[in-house]
């Protein structure tokens, strides 16, 4: 049998070492590491889209302290122990789940571990008990630059009292934004790197609409109706979260409810 021919590969003069292979696949290993660590663990809120989901609120008190729910659904001003992280709940009990109300930008809703909701009344009693949404369960969310501040529906601030006994309270009676008034809140970080990369994707008004057309009009003779209005108000619509009630006023405008299914 015939000897197989030699490899050919890069020409050596002597004395010249010969370079050893880059190991790629150490590099790609840390790079998975790093996205791995970026999408882990909780974050500081910058912007109201990041109240969407698990928060974990704090007020940098002496000791800094955590709103938590206890198995009794009292809300609680928590005091963190000095060996525990600030930035990142120890237990399903700190931990809220905020939700966007139905057709507003700014105003949320907050359940406990327990599906129970973050209420206050008009005296400022602050509670977190209650099944069902009304006004009491509605929240807005200010935020500063030295954190956030709730305000309630009655425009009133949340705050922290310390008590007698050296404990804190919460209360949201406060008129304005002070020091007891402005908490620390966190959020998951993968939810937060989930929202900016879809808030990357571009808009497009004139697609989104053609879209709309096609799902409610009925193709007469296979021909479509439609408005000869800009489409850059679309654009504002869905900035300010009213794309849908949008979309149906110039179906309006060009009488295309008769083509409906």
Not at 78 to 83: A, E, G, N, R, S
Request: aromatic share 8%.
């Amino acid at each position: 049998m015939a000897d197989k021919p030699p490899k050919k590969g890069k020409l050596l003069f002597k004395g010249e070492k010969k370079e050893k292979k880059k190991k790629r696949k150490h590099r790609d290993d840390e790079d998975r590491d790093q996205a791995q660590l970026s999408e882990d663990g909780w974050v500081r809120v910058d912007a109201l889209d990041d109240f969407v989901g698990p928060i974990f609120i704090t007020h940098p008190s002496d000791p800094t302290i955590c709103l938590t729910v206890d198995e009794n659904d009292r809300f609680l001003a928590y005091p963190l122990p000095d060996d525990v992280s600030p930035d990142e709940p120890m237990i399903v009990n700190q931990v809220f789940v905020g939700s966007r109300l139905l057709g507003s930008t700014t105003r949320f809703t907050f359940k406990s571990y327990r599906s129970k909701y973050l209420s206050s009344d008009k005296v400022g009693m602050t509670q977190c008990d209650r099944e069902a949404i009304s006004g009491l369960e509605e929240w807005e969310p200010v935020i500063t630059e030295a954190g956030v501040a709730f305000q309630n529906t009655y425009g009133k601030f949340m705050m922290v009292d310390q008590v007698a006994n050296g404990g804190f309270k919460i209360r949201t009676d406060a008129e304005d934004i002070g020091f007891c008034e402005t908490f620390r809140v966190f959020c998951q970080a993968r939810f937060k790197n989930k929202r900016r990369k879809e808030k990357k994707a571009k808009f497009n008004a004139d697609q989104a609409e053609l879209d709309n057309v096609k799902k409610n009009q009925s193709w007469g003779g296979g021909k479509l109706h439609m408005t000869r209005e800009d489409t850059k108000r679309l654009k504002k619509a869905k900035s300010d979260g009213r794309i849908n009630e949008a979309m149906l006023d110039r179906r309006a405008l060009m009488k295309a409810d008769r083509y409906c299914k």
